[in-house]
Protein backbone atom coordinates (compact mmCIF):
# COMPACT_ATOMS: atom_id res chain seq x y z
CA UNK A 1 0.00 0.00 0.00
CA UNK A 2 0.83 3.37 0.06
CA UNK A 3 3.32 5.09 2.58
CA UNK A 4 4.69 8.29 3.02
CA UNK A 5 7.90 8.72 5.48
CA UNK A 6 9.54 11.36 6.71
CA UNK A 7 13.21 12.22 7.83
CA UNK A 8 14.67 12.71 10.81
CA UNK A 9 11.89 11.39 12.67
CA UNK A 10 13.27 13.70 15.53
CA UNK A 11 15.82 17.35 14.81
CA UNK A 12 17.20 19.01 17.79
CA UNK A 13 18.91 22.84 16.59
CA UNK A 14 20.21 25.64 18.43
CA UNK A 15 18.22 28.59 17.79
CA UNK A 16 19.52 29.92 14.45
CA UNK A 17 20.29 26.79 12.89
CA UNK A 18 18.76 25.58 9.49
CA UNK A 19 16.39 22.58 9.49
CA UNK A 20 14.65 20.14 7.18
CA UNK A 21 12.28 17.43 6.97
CA UNK A 22 11.86 15.02 3.73
CA UNK A 23 8.99 13.07 2.74
CA UNK A 24 9.11 10.26 0.51
CA UNK A 25 6.35 8.54 -1.20
CA UNK A 26 5.91 5.07 -2.30
CA UNK A 27 3.45 6.24 -4.72
CA UNK A 28 2.86 9.22 -7.41
CA UNK A 29 1.18 12.45 -5.60
CA UNK A 30 -1.11 14.26 -7.58
CA UNK A 31 -0.05 17.26 -4.64
CA UNK A 32 2.07 17.38 -1.42
CA UNK A 33 0.77 19.36 1.18
CA UNK A 34 2.90 20.49 4.56
CA UNK A 35 1.29 21.21 8.08
CA UNK A 36 2.74 22.42 11.39
CA UNK A 37 1.37 20.78 14.50
CA UNK A 38 2.21 22.62 17.89
CA UNK A 39 2.50 20.20 21.04
CA UNK A 40 -1.25 20.35 22.05
CA UNK A 41 -2.65 21.80 19.06
CA UNK A 42 -3.83 20.74 15.97
CA UNK A 43 -2.10 20.22 12.22
CA UNK A 44 -1.93 24.33 10.47
CA UNK A 45 -1.90 24.47 6.74
CA UNK A 46 1.27 26.02 5.29
CA UNK A 47 1.24 26.00 2.03
CA UNK A 48 0.23 22.71 -1.24
CA UNK A 49 2.26 21.97 -4.37
CA UNK A 50 1.17 20.48 -7.42
CA UNK A 51 3.71 21.23 -10.13
CA UNK A 52 6.86 18.34 -10.81
CA UNK A 53 9.65 20.47 -9.61
CA UNK A 54 7.70 22.81 -7.70
CA UNK A 55 9.45 25.36 -5.21
CA UNK A 56 7.55 27.85 -3.20
CA UNK A 57 8.82 30.28 -0.18
CA UNK A 58 7.17 31.69 3.11
CA UNK A 59 9.94 34.14 5.05
CA UNK A 60 12.42 31.49 6.18
CA UNK A 61 10.56 28.10 4.79
CA UNK A 62 11.08 26.84 1.39
CA UNK A 63 8.94 24.06 0.34
CA UNK A 64 9.86 21.42 -2.77
CA UNK A 65 8.31 18.98 -4.86
CA UNK A 66 10.70 16.59 -6.60
CA UNK A 67 10.44 16.19 -10.52
CA UNK A 68 8.88 12.88 -9.80
CA UNK A 69 6.29 13.90 -7.64
CA UNK A 70 7.42 11.54 -5.00
CA UNK A 71 9.31 13.35 -2.93
CA UNK A 72 9.03 16.65 -1.37
CA UNK A 73 11.33 18.91 1.32
CA UNK A 74 10.70 21.46 3.75
CA UNK A 75 13.79 23.75 4.81
CA UNK A 76 13.40 26.12 7.42
CA UNK A 77 16.07 29.07 7.59
CA UNK A 78 17.68 30.40 10.80
CA UNK A 79 15.02 28.69 12.99
CA UNK A 80 13.40 30.24 15.67
CA UNK A 81 12.08 29.09 19.23
CA UNK A 82 8.58 29.82 17.31
CA UNK A 83 9.41 27.00 14.83
CA UNK A 84 9.30 23.79 17.69
CA UNK A 85 6.20 21.83 16.45
CA UNK A 86 5.93 18.85 14.53
CA UNK A 87 6.10 19.10 11.02
CA UNK A 88 3.84 16.79 8.71
CA UNK A 89 3.67 16.52 4.79
CA UNK A 90 0.15 15.03 3.21
CA UNK A 91 -0.22 13.63 -0.43
CA UNK A 92 -3.19 12.14 -2.37
CA UNK A 93 -1.68 9.07 -4.15
CA UNK A 94 -4.60 6.49 -4.53
CA UNK A 95 -5.29 7.51 -1.07
CA UNK A 96 -4.76 10.80 1.20
CA UNK A 97 -2.38 10.06 3.66
CA UNK A 98 -0.12 12.11 5.84
CA UNK A 99 3.53 11.43 6.44
CA UNK A 100 5.38 10.16 9.64
CA UNK A 101 5.95 13.67 10.81
CA UNK A 102 9.29 15.26 11.80
CA UNK A 103 9.19 16.85 15.43
CA UNK A 104 11.29 19.67 15.88
CA UNK A 105 12.64 21.11 18.87
CA UNK A 106 14.52 24.80 19.15
CA UNK A 107 16.98 24.84 22.00
CA UNK A 108 17.52 29.30 22.45
CA UNK B 1 -14.74 33.14 10.17
CA UNK B 2 -11.93 30.53 9.86
CA UNK B 3 -12.50 28.47 12.45
CA UNK B 4 -13.87 25.02 12.98
CA UNK B 5 -14.65 24.02 16.19
CA UNK B 6 -15.35 20.72 18.21
CA UNK B 7 -17.42 19.35 21.04
CA UNK B 8 -16.86 18.61 23.62
CA UNK B 9 -13.01 18.86 24.32
CA UNK B 10 -12.41 16.16 26.03
CA UNK B 11 -14.41 12.71 26.81
CA UNK B 12 -14.15 9.72 28.89
CA UNK B 13 -16.66 6.61 28.11
CA UNK B 14 -17.01 3.26 28.86
CA UNK B 15 -17.29 0.57 26.47
CA UNK B 16 -20.52 0.31 26.80
CA UNK B 17 -21.50 3.83 26.29
CA UNK B 18 -22.89 5.93 23.85
CA UNK B 19 -21.75 9.36 22.81
CA UNK B 20 -21.48 12.29 19.97
CA UNK B 21 -18.45 14.02 19.35
CA UNK B 22 -19.55 17.49 17.13
CA UNK B 23 -17.92 19.42 14.50
CA UNK B 24 -19.12 23.01 13.37
CA UNK B 25 -17.67 25.14 10.27
CA UNK B 26 -19.19 28.37 8.66
CA UNK B 27 -16.44 28.68 6.08
CA UNK B 28 -19.06 27.54 3.30
CA UNK B 29 -16.29 24.61 2.84
CA UNK B 30 -18.24 21.27 0.82
CA UNK B 31 -15.77 18.97 2.22
CA UNK B 32 -15.31 17.80 5.84
CA UNK B 33 -13.42 15.13 7.31
CA UNK B 34 -13.13 13.03 10.63
CA UNK B 35 -9.12 11.91 11.45
CA UNK B 36 -8.06 9.55 14.14
CA UNK B 37 -4.44 10.72 15.93
CA UNK B 38 -2.49 8.44 18.40
CA UNK B 39 0.20 9.93 20.31
CA UNK B 40 3.49 10.66 18.39
CA UNK B 41 1.67 9.74 15.49
CA UNK B 42 -0.05 11.08 12.07
CA UNK B 43 -3.69 11.38 11.65
CA UNK B 44 -5.32 8.71 10.00
CA UNK B 45 -8.47 9.50 7.68
CA UNK B 46 -11.47 7.92 8.84
CA UNK B 47 -14.22 9.23 6.80
CA UNK B 48 -14.35 12.29 4.06
CA UNK B 49 -18.03 13.51 3.16
CA UNK B 50 -18.26 15.45 0.09
CA UNK B 51 -21.39 18.13 -0.01
CA UNK B 52 -23.11 16.15 2.85
CA UNK B 53 -22.76 12.71 1.57
CA UNK B 54 -20.34 10.12 2.74
CA UNK B 55 -17.71 9.67 -0.02
CA UNK B 56 -14.87 7.83 1.46
CA UNK B 57 -14.63 5.60 4.53
CA UNK B 58 -11.13 4.04 5.44
CA UNK B 59 -12.15 1.02 6.65
CA UNK B 60 -13.76 2.12 9.79
CA UNK B 61 -14.98 -0.34 12.23
CA UNK B 62 -19.01 -0.22 12.62
CA UNK B 63 -18.21 1.66 15.72
CA UNK B 64 -17.68 4.49 14.38
CA UNK B 65 -20.93 5.78 12.44
CA UNK B 66 -20.35 9.70 11.24
CA UNK B 67 -23.56 11.65 10.13
CA UNK B 68 -23.66 15.39 8.22
CA UNK B 69 -26.79 16.86 9.35
CA UNK B 70 -26.01 19.75 7.07
CA UNK B 71 -23.17 21.15 5.04
CA UNK B 72 -22.04 23.21 7.92
CA UNK B 73 -22.10 20.12 10.75
CA UNK B 74 -20.36 17.06 10.81
CA UNK B 75 -21.13 14.76 13.84
CA UNK B 76 -19.48 11.08 14.85
CA UNK B 77 -21.15 8.87 16.95
CA UNK B 78 -19.46 6.26 18.98
CA UNK B 79 -20.60 2.84 20.42
CA UNK B 80 -19.26 -0.13 22.33
CA UNK B 81 -15.64 1.41 21.93
CA UNK B 82 -12.91 -0.55 22.67
CA UNK B 83 -9.18 1.09 24.94
CA UNK B 84 -7.67 0.99 21.75
CA UNK B 85 -9.75 3.53 20.08
CA UNK B 86 -8.50 6.14 22.48
CA UNK B 87 -7.14 9.31 20.72
CA UNK B 88 -7.55 12.55 19.18
CA UNK B 89 -10.23 13.11 16.58
CA UNK B 90 -9.79 15.75 14.68
CA UNK B 91 -12.30 17.21 12.81
CA UNK B 92 -11.37 18.90 9.24
CA UNK B 93 -12.42 20.87 6.48
CA UNK B 94 -12.10 22.10 3.09
CA UNK B 95 -13.25 23.67 -0.23
CA UNK B 96 -13.96 21.14 -1.99
CA UNK B 97 -13.34 17.59 -1.80
CA UNK B 98 -10.11 17.22 -3.30
CA UNK B 99 -8.05 17.07 0.06
CA UNK B 100 -7.01 20.91 -0.52
CA UNK B 101 -5.98 23.30 2.60
CA UNK B 102 -7.80 21.58 5.40
CA UNK B 103 -8.38 23.52 8.57
CA UNK B 104 -8.67 21.39 11.59
CA UNK B 105 -10.40 21.64 14.55
CA UNK B 106 -9.07 21.87 18.29
CA UNK B 107 -10.15 17.97 18.50
CA UNK B 108 -11.73 16.00 20.87
CA UNK B 109 -9.59 13.86 22.94
CA UNK B 110 -11.53 10.64 23.92
CA UNK B 111 -10.39 8.16 26.69
CA UNK B 112 -12.22 4.87 26.41
CA UNK B 113 -12.01 3.04 29.86
Redesign the interface.
Known sequence: GQQVMQIPQYQHVQEGEDFTTYCNSSTTLS?I?WYKQRPG?????LI?LVKSGEVKKQKRLTFQFGEAKKNSSLHITATQTTDVGTY?C?G?GN???????T?LTVIP | DTEVTQTPKHLVMGMTNKKSLKCEQHMGHRAMYWYKQKAKKPPELMFVYSYEKLSINESVPSRFSPECPNSSLLNLHLHALQPEDSALYLCASSQDHQYNEQFFGPGTRLTVL
Do not use: D, E, I, W
Open positions: NQGHPVFQFALQFYFGTGS
